[in-house]
């Protein structure tokens, strides 16, 4: 892990990155994707970073990818979904119950009494992706209790009476479940490439699903949308079908026009996880003989329909078939997503936050991957305790991947540079495995990060 001190622009970043590069020892024409999260400093098409990475693999022969992370694309495209009179309701409504302490002390007894089935409301928070989903559903459940407890403090609401407006709200309900359920199976570790692409294809044809039924305002999808709907029947509410067909429009638009970088590379995908549904003669030349070979082999494909993708390749014959292998070596090198860098400050921000007052000085951190011949070592910077550790909301955060395994006597040369009198007892006691195929680095406006196989 590197400081950046002073700016944090794409050339000072890829100065940091190629200091690291080279200390070392990598190559740069192994590295086969960059992955940011968007940010201008990493994405910009002259002075980004990634563009800056990928110019010099190409100097170095090799080919890299440029990715913008799955999640926070999703992410974006859920904040397009704008039914403004709805969520202003909401919040004014949390924020009146929650930001006076009598009120929801009040409150939640008032919820302890009546029996109610949870035991409070959420605050909602625009920085949080999941954070809209859940507060509505919250509200959306306890709209009743809710309504009656207003009541008796003399600030009766309007909306919860008014079908129209329950009807937006049981449809911003169901919508943003179905926008976090796709949101939270993108998240996780081993998430390879081809699965995240996976999900997102797939709910981009659930969205066109939904916007052909509700054309004839069927919601069989929309369980809270169907209930109100059941509760009013002689509310005319078939006249919001338009609107809701709009608003899952906007979505199929953004999201059709989002994760182009996912599709530059999709007949990389389709090889790499359905080789045996490929066409030889739509993919690079070097590898038409060998997949053909592939293609022709039965007991291959028994493998290929019992095994993982992982251990399918891996079982192939490194002497027949060694591009198709380091094909599948590039594609499960590539992170879709920034994850687990995000997850990483994360853990670091529970460590400065109160359940740790002081961060020591120097502190090591080596994380290994339990089963080999993948690993990741992680090195962590000596920190002020005065200091406090970026947000994750405040991050720029990119993965470099590369698709090279050191050998076992470059790994001791390595090890033993970084740390010639190896662990600790009590450092051995608290490394964790990480199970991941790539190397990454991630930089915030002071911490710069750097993994390496």
Known sequence: MISLKGTTTGRDIFEAVSEAVEKMGLKWDKLCGVTTDGAPAMTGDRKGMASMVCAKVKESGGEAFRMHCIIHQEALCAKTVQLGDVMNTVVKTVNIIRARGLYHREFQAFLSEVDAEYGDVFYHSEVRWLSRGYVLQRFYSMRSEIDQFMKEKGRPLHEPSDPLWLADLAFLVDLTHHLNTLNKNLQGKEQLVPHLY????????????????????????????????????????????????????????????????????EKQIKLFSTPFLVDAEEVEESLQLELIEMQCDDSLKSQHQLLSLFDFYQSLDSAKFPLMRRHAKRMMSLFGSTYICEQAFSLLNQNKSRLRTRMAEAISVKSFVSQPPNFLLTFQPSFNPKDSITAPTECNVLHIIADNLLSPEELVALQAAIDPKGPSPSQKSTWQPISTYS??????KEQFHLSSF
């Open 439 to 444: 190397t990454y680095w991630a930089n915030s």
């Open 198 to 265: 996976a999900h997102m294809k797939a709910f981009c044809v659930k969205l066109c699903l939904f916007e052909t039924q509700l054309r004839s305002f069927n919601a069989a999808h929309f369980p809270a949308l169907s209930e109100i709907k059941s509760a009013f029947p002689k509310a005319d509410l078939s006249a919001k079908k338009e609107k809701y067909v709009s608003v899952i429009a906007s979505l199929v638009t953004e999201f059709n026009q989002r994760f182009q970088d996912f599709s530059v590379i």
